[in-house]
């Protein structure tokens, strides 16, 4: 059974920091694109940043320069470190799996975590 178990989320004001993790388990973690994308209230849910099996890194023009993601496939986790909080950075974070080839196609979602930017 896969599970992506998200933590780290919370209530933090602007310009505070906070740091997500995301446990996987059930897959060869290490072959995953493993990223986090987000859900505001009413909205889609949109990629904040991934990273591939190699390491290579993407991120939404969004939060650029105040976001990283990283990996440890010793640990089967995948962080994401939001510094410099705005409001308008509030949603429900989900981390996601995701390995294809060829025709094949794996995908997984975390259940979310909230994380809340305000004053």
Not at 27 to 52: E, H, K, M, T
Request: proline fraction near 3%; hydrophobic fraction near 30%.
């Amino acid at each position: 059974q896969v599970q992506l178990v998200e933590s780290g989320g919370g209530l933090v004001q602007p310009g505070g920091s906070l740091r997500l993790s995301c446990a996987a388990s059930g897959i060869i973690f290490s072959i995953y694109r493993v990223g986090w994308y987000r859900q505001g209230p009413g909205g889609q849910r949109d990629l904040v940043a991934d990273i591939s099996s190699g390491g290579t890194t993407n991120y939404a023009d969004s939060v650029k320069g105040r976001f990283t993601i990283s990996r440890d496939n010793a640990k089967n986790t995948v962080y994401l470190q939001m510094n410099s909080l705005k409001p308008e950075d509030t949603a429900v974070y989900y981390c996601n799996a995701h390995w294809s080839q060829a025709a094949f196609t794996d995908n997984y979602w975390g259940q979310g975590t909230q994380v809340t930017v305000s004053s």
